[in-house]
C-alpha cells in the first residue's frame, strides 16, 4: 500500500492541510485498512517499560487527537501510538485555517489550539479498542486543559480518566496554541502539575507510566530544572520535545504565521534540547526522542543523542507510512 503514498499524497495535496488530515483518518478508521507488513531486522528490537518493542518508532500525539484510528495506525507498523490530546472538556480550537504546509520546507506550521471532541468520546474509543484488541500495542493518551480553564485539575481530570485504558499518560504542557500552557514548565507550577497528578495516579494499583512533554524552546536554567523535578517526581519518561515557535530555519514568507513548527527545520534544535536533557537523565527514565525525524541518519542521531524511543508525525505527511520502512532499512 505504502508504494501508492506518491499519488495519494499528490491527491490530498490538493486539500487543504486538515481535510487531508480528516480525509486520511476517516480511512484509518475503516476495518477494511490493509495492515502493512513491517518485518525489522532483530536488532531494532528496543524495550520499552517492560514491553519487547520490534522498533523504537512511535506515533506522535496530535494524529489521532481523538482516538479514532488506534487500530488502523497499529497496522501501519507503530511499534506505539500516543493519542490526544485530550481536553476534559469538548471545545473547537482556533478558527480555520489552522495548519500550514511548507513543502519545500518539509515542515507544517500548525496552531490548532487543541481542537478536541472531549474526554468522554476519547475515553470511550480507547475502551471500545482495548474491548476488541486486549493489550495489544503499547498505547499512550497525551492530557491537555481547556483553553479557559485554570490548569493543574485539567490534568488531573484526563489522566484519572484515561488511565485505566492505556500503558503511559503524557501531560502535554508545551503546546504553544493554548495560552498560558507553556509556563506550566516553570518553576512552581510544575512542581504543583506533578504533584497532584502523581497522588491521584497513585491511588491507582496498576497505574500506567507517567510522561512529560516539553517544549524544544527552553533555555539551560529550564532545562536543568524540569529535570531535577523529573528525577524527584521519579517520572517514567520525557518527550523533547513539541513543536518550536522559532522561525530561524523557515523563508520569510512564514516568520509571521503564528503557531508551532514541525518537521525538517525543527531538527537540529529539537536533537540539541534532547541532547541537554540526556545530559541530565540519560540512565534515570526514558528519553522519547521528537521533532524532525524524516531519514535513517536522523533516526541515528535522535538515538545518538539520547533518546531510547522516537516519534514521528510530520515527515509522515510528506512520505507517508514508507517513512516506517525507509527509518529502518539502514
Ligand atoms: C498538525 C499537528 C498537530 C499536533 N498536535 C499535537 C497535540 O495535540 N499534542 C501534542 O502533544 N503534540 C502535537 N503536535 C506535535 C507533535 O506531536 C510533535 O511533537 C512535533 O510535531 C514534532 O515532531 P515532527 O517534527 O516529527 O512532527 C502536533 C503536530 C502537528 C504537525
Not at 87 to 98: D, Y
Not at 217 to 222: K, M
Not at 309 to 318: A, D, F, P, R
Request: overall charge positive; glycine content about 10%.
Amino acid at each position: 500500500m505504502h508504494h501508492f503514498y506518491p499519488l495519494l499524497r499528490h491527491l490530498l495535496f490538493m486539500l487543504d492541510a486538515e481535510t487531508a488530515h480528516n480525509t486520511t483518518i476517516a480511512a484509518l478508521r475503516s476495518p477494511f485498512f490493509p495492515a502493512i507488513p513491517l518485518s525489522p531486522h532483530p536488532r531494532w528490537a528496543t524495550p520499552l517499560w517492560g514491553h519487547a518493542l520490534p522498533h523504537p518508532i512511535g506515533l506522535a500525539a496530535g494524529f489521532d487527537k481523538d482516538a479514532e484510528a488506534v487500530a488502523g495506525l497499529f497496522k501501519l507498523g507503530f511499534s506505539f501510538v500516543e493519542v490526544g490530546t485530550v481536553t476534559p472538556q469538548p471545545q473547537a480550537g482556533n478558527s480555520r485555517p489552522r495548519v500550514f504546509r511548507l513543502p519545500q520546507q518539509q515542515a507544517v506550521i500548525n496552531r490548532y489550539g487543541f481542537n478536541s471532541k472531549g474526554l468522554d468520546y476519547v475515553v470511550a474509543n480507547l475502551r471500545r479498542y482495548r474491548h476488541h484488541h486486549g493489550r495489544q500495542g503499547v498505547l499512550g493518551a497525551n492530557v491537555g486543559k481547556n483553553k479557559n480553564s485554570e490548569g493543574v485539575a485539567d490534568f488531573v481530570t484526563g489522566a484519572n480518566a484515561v488511565a485505566p485504558y492505556v500503558d503511559y499518560i503524557t501531560l502535554n504542557i508545551s503546546s504553544p496554541n493554548t495560552p498560558g500552557l507553556r509556563d506550566l514548565q516553570h518553576d512552581n507550577a510544575l512542581t504543583e502539575l506533578l504533584d497532584r497528578v502523581q497522588t491521584h495516579l497513585s491511588a491507582l494499583t496498576s497505574g500506567p507510566k507517567l510522561v512529560l512533554k516539553v517544549a524544544p524552546d527552553l533555555d539551560d536554567e529550564h532545562i536543568h530544572h524540569i529535570a531535577a523535578q523529573v528525577i524527584k517526581f521519579k517520572l517514567d519518561g520525557l518527550i523533547a520535545g513539541n513543536t518550536t515557535l522559532r522561525r530561524d530555519a523557515v523563508p520569510d514568507v512564514w516568520q509571521h504565521e503564528a503557531g508551532g513548527l514541525s518537521g525538517a527545520p525543527l531538527f537540529d534544535h529539537a536533537t540539541t534540547t534532547l541532547q541537554k536533557f540526556s545530559y541530565h537523565l540519560k540512565g534515570k527514565t526514558t528519553l522519547i526522542g521528537c521533532g524532525g525525524i524524516g531519514t535513517p541518519q536522523q533516526l541515528q542521531q535522535k538515538l545518538a543523542a539520547g533518546a531510547d524511543v522516537v516519534q514521528i508525525y510530520t515527515g509522515l505527511i510528506y512520505q507517508g507510512p514508507a517513512l516506517l520502512h525507509t527509518l529502518l532499512s539502514s
